[in-house]
């Protein structure tokens, strides 16, 4: 295992550092003082595990390609922007667009996460044990969102692929626009225990239901809704 | 016959009379009236292709003023211009060299047939230009045939990834577009073929509005460290431009300049798209010149004008264009809709209908194959090359041995509404009124 101290370092020292430790074949790495650093693991690639002991800013793990980047802290807004491929584990929440146009690899947020998680992810897995606030999945293109706890108005917003399980009771009442609400498959119960399995998490799969986007694919938008006061319009 | 028969019956009559059917009418002209019923049939807005038809002020509106006895002209066939341009040198290690300061802007794949991209990119290698390979990802063949290649960083994200940024010669972050300024891309559902769809991945045959703001750009402090993030990522090899519409252009520029640009484009409010709802082409932005006036004075005023590079776009037609956007204080132009005039393209303005009869703005097998690669490649080519040839002759005219030594002072405004728009002087004269443009 080796050590790196953040605060010896700026961002891109620190992240050309900790892609020369994993290209050297580094398996275990801990990131000390990260100091709510942005751009924290910005295209990290290869194998091995980071663990940074502390908060995160920004774009953290954005374009992330193989390498398993545990914080144990918070991390602010875009975790996980563009990520190809590999794991961002998040011990505690995140904030608002975590996993924004992820292609691949899996987030996992142990709180909750602000709005617009997984906005126009288009591949991967993004699970999250806690809440999440509104426009959850919006515009999605593929990939998996997995909700553990409550979540807000807008969910799967126009969402043009990919799939999205929850379990909050009132989640029928925050659909977005143009997704649907049905029972989770078989397939999909068998898949979603694994994925949990995988991360240790304790929950019935069969307790969620799914979201996805609408079976023609065609969307509809209401840009003028009158709101009329009674039947006779008076 | 009473009075309200007698008005009916008058109107019903002039509605038949031809003449009085045909005589203009400034408000409810055809068009309006065309609108109008569309909008009673169906009950929404309109959409359509090429941008806005709308006369704006344009380079027209300028002149460039010949060397005479103050200066001396530039044998126009026997003397060396410099055409070659360098774009993007402020921050990256690899600046963008292209041959002619005229490159090929962003236009999709999806919104173009592939055998247009493919005639676009193979233009660039007969000039030594850019292509830019628009939304919905970067085509093999596009990147195989082009001489350098630009690619967008767009909202959608469709189609983009680390794969695309170690494919680019430039990255382009796409704030907006002209045609439409503020609304996301629209790519209609006769235009998304299952080859499409599977390449953005979207489903087959849906009506694409995308993403409208970046996921991961959510204001100005963000693209700071997203900026930083994407020079990270290119190793600072590569320049980075920002793209805008032109709205609060001063403002903007300087966001964009502080944010680490190193070359900002700016489309006027003519640049041209595959699809738009009308209110918007029509309504929004500002035209072009004005634009790259109020462009240049905003990285004036921030003492970087000679680091950020500036591109313009939205309407340029030709070389005369060029040479006084060139003189205004851009470093390049860009093409859109005019390399599509090049390869056949008729602006019919019903690019969204998927049924472009000239196979450029298409997915339909039959309709694709009326386009001739190698010969619209050869137009292209063409055009660009006849376009530096007049900017060569006009900077030439003017005294000048290097394109980009065309200046301000080479230019008078033809019409008091460009002098005032631009500072620069009306012809005749050596004032303007407004802002002048730096030089008395």
Redesign the interface.
Known sequence: MVVVDAATLA??EL?RKLNSLLAEGERSIEVHNPGSM??LG??LKGGGEITVHGST???TG??L?GPRLVIDGNTG??TG??M?SGEIIIRKNAG??CG??M?GGTIVVHGNTGG?TG??M?GGDLLVLGSTGRWCGQ?T??GRIVILGEVGAGLGESM??GLIHVRDPQAEAKLGGNVEFHPISADEVESLAQLFATHGVQADPKSFMSVR?MTS???H?TIFNPQLSGADGR | MSEHERHGASLEKSTKDPAVREEAHSTWSREVLSEIRYKAEHGTHRIRGCGTPRPFPGFNDLTVLPSQLTRMAVDTYREPCETRTVLGKRFCTQPLVVETPILISGMSYGALSKEAKIALARSTRMVGNSINNGEGGLLPEERAESYRQVVQVLPSRMGFSLRSIEAADALEIIVGIGAKPGLSGHLMGSKISKEVAEFRQIPEGIDLHSHPRHGDIFGADDLVIKMEQLREVTDNRIPIFIKIAAGRVREDVKIAAKAGADGIVVDGAQGGTGAAPVVAADHMGMPTLPALVQAVRALEEMGVKDEVSLIVSGGIKDGADVAKALALGADAVALGQSVMAAMGCTVCRRCHTGRCAFGIGTQDPELRARLDIDTAAKRVANYIKAMTHEAVILAKASGKTRLRNLEREDLRSLSLEACAMTGVPLVGTDFTFTEPFGFF
């Open positions: 961002k891109r992240n942005h751009n910005t295209a800013g920004f774009y954005g374009f390609e807004w875009y922007d563009n190809l608002s667009n924004p146009s292609i617009r906005l126009g288009k515009m293109m593929g043009y692929r986007p694919g065609r969307h938008y």
